[in-house]
């Protein structure tokens, strides 16, 4: 980070209108309704001004992946400045009911982990969903998640806080709606990993990141979540403790994409983005502390690193820690995106957009299985692993569920994490 | 830790990354973006002209000591004959491997003349096999074909451009639909959709009637992305007439073919833009990137420098035109008032003096000072941030790559 603060629009002058960000976004690969990031973005942003009406609504079918930013030679923050010229056209002309739906993923987990198999059948019950197709517009095929019928993952930890494992050294988990809400068992795999690392995980209250609402230009109510997390992570931070979060677009949230959308450039909030890791990320940089007790492994696994994760410019730290484990072997995606991009994939009239950017994904997951028979892939976003799941069939896991089974403290068919008992008695724990 | 960490995405840092991994090494190319590939013609040019001459060179390597006799310090004197031929030679065989082969004008001391974009002669040293038919050496009459809706491709100009060179050339503008249904695309999604077998035969359908027999077939280089060859050959068939594709403005998409199949062979990180270092007795201890929070430290035994010059991104200015390396503050031999950057002459077959200058290196392409001093103990150099050449005006930018980023490897692995 530069010590000067310039808001993203002031990249704009940088670009030598190259369309190389043209020629690898997915989107416009795959439709006309996105000019691209160079026309929606820098060109366009020549005629926006304040208090004048937005010269261009296309910005709204940028699905926000980064790929632009990523494959940029002259580092203008092109995804950035169409965030905010799609917040500044709701701004402007009010969003659909279906967008603050979607913005409040928190809410609607909530709401439904209090009756997770009534909620799962009336949610995804073909004539709901049609309703919601017809009426909200959300795409009826988009795979939306199951809440989890075993509980919260805060739960889970409550109920098993007296056990957990005291040390000195102490890391502070941010576990994001998905996993507290639909997908417990990723936060568990990874306290499992964090205290097999001999750390003490310290999970203090937290709340949505924002970034759904920021994807979908709701700024204020994304504001508040933000400040919300600043009030309960800020201090921690403030203390020098790490953060690390398995959602890697929570992390890339807290990072970076909430303050440099939002204008939040404060001591406290340059803080929290010191404190953020992704949790790969951090591993990487605790390599000395990571155990090599390794159970024997022979897994062939494609791995796609998120659009998201390439974002937090770290590198592919998942792919550095996995490859540590004896008998396992990666296969690099060198696909673009999903085509979920979080919720862009769920409206109706985006679900073929992200079906057609995903189909490279898809195929090259596909071919892994035919070759070589692979069981699963890897992917570390959770809105990503569904629509791999559901565009190709095949199973997704987190890498933090396969460090954990690599540990043999987790099942991967079953997601379940293994007790020391299960070991001992079944020596077979893969 | 890594063996060697290559900065640098363009041609010769994709190939440095990939010789080292041919190698057996742990390496890693980090870069800011994209580039340099997807800037370029996607040709191997290695020398079209000498300074101040306006000929083309047909004969590279009987000009080399021409060459060095106005540019001593040129990379291709500092890489050396054999070096030059074999890396020339390497690039053909990893090419061919990719299947994406490049060819030449049939002896090793020759040079192919291939339409520009304007219908130009460029003296290109070895070309993807799709666009050699379009070679001027021979007098076969030509048929441009392009589209109203292509932006920056007009076959009329190259047509009387090749007229006025004394070539039989016809023009044809070719409706979009025989393509795409899309009212907006970059010559990148035409190739993206020219990957599917139906959309070649309804543009060989489009193309058909204005074939004459004899005549071959140019078009923009739009011919398939990831079924480039396969689309290449089946609209040779069903034409029955030679075609060849010439590159567009950019994004070029020649060269992104070759981005993207030189990226399966060597773990490539971008949007990370190295900005800091570490030294002590003489070596780079570590590297670190700008992230999202905080920099990132990359550890390895060697680096490699790829960076490009002043319009790559490798050198940077400020307003006064002071410029400078931007990682390593490397010593420059640029002009560093803006002043003295360009000749008056903008096409000046001498080449611009913010062209000319850059790095010095020693004969194994480690940085040295104004005194010949080497730098680091550990750092290598390769592509077009090296002094001593006018790439742009020389047309020996990829030739300078190639050659510089093989040799690189080959100096850093002999000196482990």
């Given at each position: 980070?530069?010590?000067?603060?310039?808001?993203?629009?002031?990249?704009?002058?940088?670009?030598?209108?190259?369309?190389?960000?043209?020629?690898?976004?997915?989107?416009?690969?795959?439709?006309?309704?996105?000019?691209?990031?160079?026309?929606?973005?820098?060109?366009?942003?020549?005629?926006?001004?304040?208090?004048?009406?937005?010269?261009?609504?296309?910005?709204?079918?940028?699905?926000?992946?980064?790929?632009?930013?990523?494959?940029?030679?002259?580092?203008?923050?092109?995804?950035?400045?169409?965030?905010?010229?799609?917040?500044?056209?709701?701004?402007?002309?009010?969003?659909?009911?279906?967008?603050?739906?979607?913005?409040?993923?928190?809410?609607?987990?909530?709401?439904?982990?209090?009756?997770?198999?009534?909620?799962?059948?009336?949610?995804?019950?073909?004539?709901?969903?049609?309703?919601?197709?017809?009426?909200?517009?959300?795409?009826?095929?988009?795979?939306?998640?199951?809440?989890?019928?075993?509980?919260?993952?805060?739960?889970?930890?409550?109920?098993?806080?007296?056990?957990?494992?005291?040390?000195?050294?102490?890391?502070?988990?941010?576990?994001?709606?998905?996993?507290?809400?639909?997908?417990?068992?990723?936060?568990?795999?990874?306290?499992?990993?964090?205290?097999?690392?001999?750390?003490?995980?310290?999970?203090?209250?937290?709340?949505?990141?924002?970034?759904?609402?920021?994807?979908?230009?709701?700024?204020?109510?994304?504001?508040?979540?933000?400040?919300?997390?600043?009030?309960?992570?800020?201090?921690?931070?403030?203390?020098?403790?790490?953060?690390?979060?398995?959602?890697?677009?929570?992390?890339?949230?807290?990072?970076?994409?909430?303050?440099?959308?939002?204008?939040?450039?404060?001591?406290?909030?340059?803080?929290?983005?010191?404190?953020?890791?992704?949790?790969?990320?951090?591993?990487?940089?605790?390599?000395?502390?990571?155990?090599?007790?390794?159970?024997?492994?022979?897994?062939?696994?494609?791995?796609?690193?998120?659009?998201?994760?390439?974002?937090?410019?770290?590198?592919?730290?998942?792919?550095?820690?996995?490859?540590?484990?004896?008998?396992?072997?990666?296969?690099?995606?060198?696909?673009?995106?999903?085509?979920?991009?979080?919720?862009?994939?769920?409206?109706?009239?985006?679900?073929?957009?992200?079906?057609?950017?995903?189909?490279?994904?898809?195929?090259?997951?596909?071919?892994?299985?035919?070759?070589?028979?692979?069981?699963?892939?890897?992917?570390?976003?959770?809105?990503?692993?569904?629509?791999?799941?559901?565009?190709?069939?095949?199973?997704?896991?987190?890498?933090?569920?396969?460090?954990?089974?690599?540990?043999?403290?987790?099942?991967?068919?079953?997601?379940?994490?293994?007790?020391?008992?299960?070991?001992?008695?079944?020596?077979?724990?893969? | 830790?890594?063996?060697?960490?290559?900065?640098?995405?363009?041609?010769?840092?994709?190939?440095?990354?990939?010789?080292?991994?041919?190698?057996?090494?742990?390496?890693?190319?980090?870069?800011?973006?994209?580039?340099?590939?997807?800037?370029?013609?996607?040709?191997?040019?290695?020398?079209?002209?000498?300074?101040?001459?306006?000929?083309?060179?047909?004969?590279?390597?009987?000009?080399?000591?021409?060459?060095?006799?106005?540019?001593?310090?040129?990379?291709?004197?500092?890489?050396?004959?054999?070096?030059?031929?074999?890396?020339?030679?390497?690039?053909?065989?990893?090419?061919?491997?990719?299947?994406?082969?490049?060819?030449?004008?049939?002896?090793?001391?020759?040079?192919?003349?291939?339409?520009?974009?304007?219908?130009?002669?460029?003296?290109?040293?070895?070309?993807?096999?799709?666009?050699?038919?379009?070679?001027?050496?021979?007098?076969?009459?030509?048929?441009?074909?392009?589209?109203?809706?292509?932006?920056?491709?007009?076959?009329?100009?190259?047509?009387?451009?090749?007229?006025?060179?004394?070539?039989?050339?016809?023009?044809?503008?070719?409706p979009i639909e025989s393509i795409t249904g899309r009212s907006d695309f970059s010559p990148v999604h035409l190739a993206q959709a020219l990957d599917?077998?139906?959309?070649?035969?309804?543009?060989?359908?489009?193309?058909?009637?204005?074939?004459?027999?004899?005549?071959?077939?140019?078009?923009?280089?739009?011919?398939?992305?990831?079924?480039?060859?396969?689309?290449?050959?089946?609209?040779?068939?069903?034409?029955?007439?030679?075609?060849?594709?010439?590159?567009?403005?950019?994004?070029?998409?020649?060269?992104?073919?070759?981005?993207?199949?030189?990226?399966?062979?060597?773990?490539?990180?971008?949007?990370?833009?190295?900005?800091?270092?570490?030294?002590?007795?003489?070596?780079?201890?570590?590297?670190?990137?700008?992230?999202?929070?905080?920099p990132v430290k990359h550890r390895a035994r060697a680096y490699l420098l790829a960076t490009g010059g002043i319009l790559g991104g490798g050198f940077?200015?400020?307003?006064?035109?002071?410029?400078?390396?931007?990682?390593?503050?490397?010593?420059?031999?640029?002009?560093?008032?803006?002043?003295?950057?360009?000749?008056?002459?903008?096409?000046?077959?001498?080449?611009?003096?913010?062209?000319?200058?850059?790095?010095?290196?020693?004969?194994?392409?480690?940085?040295?000072?104004?005194?010949?001093?080497?730098?680091?103990?550990?750092?290598?150099?390769?592509?077009?941030?090296?002094?001593?050449?006018?790439?742009?005006?020389?047309?020996?930018?990829?030739?300078?790559?190639?050659?510089?980023?093989?040799?690189?490897?080959?100096?850093?692995?002999?000196?482990?």
């Open positions: 980070m530069s010590d000067l603060w310039l808001p993203p629009e002031a990249s704009l002058d940088q670009c030598i209108k190259c369309n190389i960000c043209v020629s690898h976004c997915p989107v416009a690969q795959v439709t006309d309704l996105f000019p691209g990031p160079k026309y929606a973005g820098p060109q366009a942003q020549r005629f926006r001004h304040l208090g004048q009406p937005s010269p261009d609504a296309s910005v709204d079918y940028c699905s926000g992946c980064r790929v632009c930013n990523e494959v940029c030679p002259n580092d203008v923050n092109i995804m950035e400045m169409n965030a905010r010229a799609r917040a500044a056209l709701v701004a402007e002309q009010g969003m659909p009911l279906r967008n603050r739906l979607l913005g409040r993923n928190e809410l609607m987990g909530k709401v439904g982990s209090y009756v997770p198999g009534l909620a799962n059948f009336v949610l995804h019950h073909p004539v709901s969903r049609a309703a919601a197709d017809a009426f909200l517009g959300i795409a009826k095929e988009a795979p939306l998640p199951r809440w989890s019928t075993s509980g919260t993952f805060i739960k889970w930890w409550e109920a098993r806080y007296a056990q957990r494992l005291i040390s000195d050294k102490k890391v502070v988990y941010f576990h994001g709606c998905a996993t507290q809400y639909y997908e417990p068992f990723i936060g568990k795999a990874a306290v499992l990993v964090l205290e097999h690392m001999g750390y003490e995980v310290i999970i203090p209250p937290q709340n949505c990141c924002g970034l759904p609402m920021l994807s979908n230009g709701e700024f204020k109510a994304a504001g508040k979540l933000y400040d919300g997390n600043l009030r309960k992570l800020g201090p921690y931070a403030q203390q020098g403790y790490d953060i690390v979060g398995t959602s890697t677009s929570c992390t890339l949230t807290l990072k970076e994409e909430a303050p440099h959308l939002l204008d939040r450039h404060t001591p406290a909030s340059q803080s929290l983005t010191g404190a953020v890791w992704d949790i790969f990320e951090w591993i990487r940089e605790h390599e000395a502390e990571l155990p090599r007790d390794f159970v024997p492994v022979d897994w062939v696994i494609p791995y796609h690193q998120p659009c998201q994760y390439r974002a937090h410019k770290v590198g592919s730290p998942a792919m550095d820690v996995l490859a540590m484990i004896p008998g396992i072997t990666l296969h690099e995606s060198h696909a673009r995106c999903c085509g979920i991009a979080g919720t862009y994939g769920y409206k109706k009239e985006k679900y073929d957009i992200a079906m057609q950017i995903g189909q490279e994904l898809f195929d090259f997951i596909l071919d892994e299985a035919e070759h070589h028979h692979t069981e699963f892939n890897a992917c570390d976003s959770e809105t990503c692993r569904w629509q791999i799941e559901h565009g190709s069939g095949q199973d997704s896991r987190h890498p933090i569920e396969v460090l954990a089974a690599a540990y043999g403290l987790y099942h991967l068919n079953t997601r379940d994490i293994l007790s020391s008992e299960d070991i001992n008695t079944n020596g077979d724990s893969r | 830790m890594l063996d060697l960490l290559v900065i640098g995405a363009g041609l010769s840092g994709l190939l440095a990354g990939v010789a080292a991994r041919q190698a057996g090494a742990r390496v890693r190319v980090l870069a800011t973006g994209a580039g340099a590939t997807h800037w370029h013609a996607g040709t191997v040019d290695l020398l079209g002209y000498l300074p101040g001459k306006r000929a083309p060179v047909m004969q590279p390597f009987a000009a080399m000591p021409a060459l060095f006799d106005a540019r001593p310090r040129h990379p291709y004197a500092l890489v050396g004959d054999a070096r030059l031929r074999a890396s020339l030679s390497w690039f053909s065989t990893l090419t061919a491997s990719l299947g994406l082969a490049y060819e030449g004008a049939g002896s090793e001391d020759a040079a192919l003349l291939l339409p520009s974009a304007a219908g130009a002669a460029r003296p290109v040293y070895l070309a993807p096999r799709a666009q050699l038919a379009g070679d001027m050496r021979d007098e076969r009459p030509y048929l441009i074909a392009g589209f109203h809706a292509l932006r920056d491709f007009y076959p009329q100009l190259i047509a009387e451009n090749l007229r006025k060179q004394g070539f039989n050339a016809r023009a044809v503008f070719l599917a077998p139906e959309v070649v035969t309804r543009l060989a359908a489009a193309l058909r009637p204005w074939v004459r027999p004899g005549q071959r077939v140019g078009l923009p280089a739009i011919l398939g992305l990831e079924r480039h060859q396969q689309t290449w050959a089946m609209l040779q068939a069903l034409l029955d007439a030679p075609v060849f594709e010439i590159p567009t403005l950019p994004p070029s998409v020649p060269g992104l073919r070759l981005f993207n199949h030189l990226r399966q062979r060597v773990h490539l990180d971008l949007g990370m833009t190295v900005s800091d270092f570490a030294a002590e007795n003489g070596r780079i201890e570590w590297v670190s990137s700008r992230s999202s929070a905080r940077v200015s400020d307003a006064s035109g002071h410029v400078w390396e931007r990682i390593f503050d490397l010593p420059l031999t640029l002009p560093q008032q803006r002043s003295q950057w360009f000749h008056n002459d903008f096409l000046s077959p001498q080449g611009h003096p913010i062209f000319l200058g850059g790095v010095s290196a020693g004969a194994d392409l480690r940085p040295v000072d104004a005194n010949q001093r080497r730098i680091y103990e550990n750092l290598w150099v390769a592509g077009n941030l090296l002094d001593g050449a006018a790439s742009i005006a020389e047309r020996s930018r990829e030739g300078i790559a190639i050659a510089t980023a093989y040799a690189a490897v080959q100096h850093w692995l002999e000196a482990l």
